[in-house]
């Protein structure tokens, strides 16, 4: 994990970012899209911010670092991951599914996690066996 955040700094540009802009968090509106929940706000490259989003806005988005993005995505699993056991954590069946996201990936190595894994409940598209490096 310290080498995901020592890359993701150094190959991101900087920018102010919702820090969870699953769709969860966008309500659609009569006058177009509105984001939601800033609790979790910050600095970093867009890729962290796509990496909530599923995999479609990723392919879309110009000029997107696809292996940062790559890098960002087992973060932001690792995040979602840890989350479940929270005490305070009210997700129905986190324990559960924080232990079988754990058991399913490898967020330890260099790539993304290793069998492809359900669609998180904060909408995070995963990623197949594919290696990054």
Not at 21 to 41: A, Q, R, S, Y
Request: contains cysteine; aromatic residues 6%.
């Amino acid at each position: 994990m310290r080498r995901r955040r020592r890359v993701i700094g150094e190959r991101g540009g900087e920018q102010l970012l919702h820090g969870e802009p699953h769709p969860g968090n966008v309500l659609t509106t009569k006058t177009g899209l509105l984001f939601i929940d800033f609790e979790t706000c910050c600095r970093g490259p867009v890729e962290f911010d796509l990496a909530h989003a599923p995999e479609e806005v990723g392919e879309h988005y110009p000029g997107v670092n696809q292996r940062l993005l790559r890098e960002c995505r087992v973060l932001v699993l690792a995040m979602i991951t840890t989350w479940r056991w929270d005490r305070g954590d009210q997700f129905p069946n986190g324990r559960r599914l924080g232990t079988e996201w754990l058991s399913q990936s490898d967020v330890g190595c260099c790539g993304p996690p290793g069998p492809r894994l359900p669609r998180s409940p904060t909408g995070v598209t995963t990623w197949s066996s594919t290696s990054c490096c």
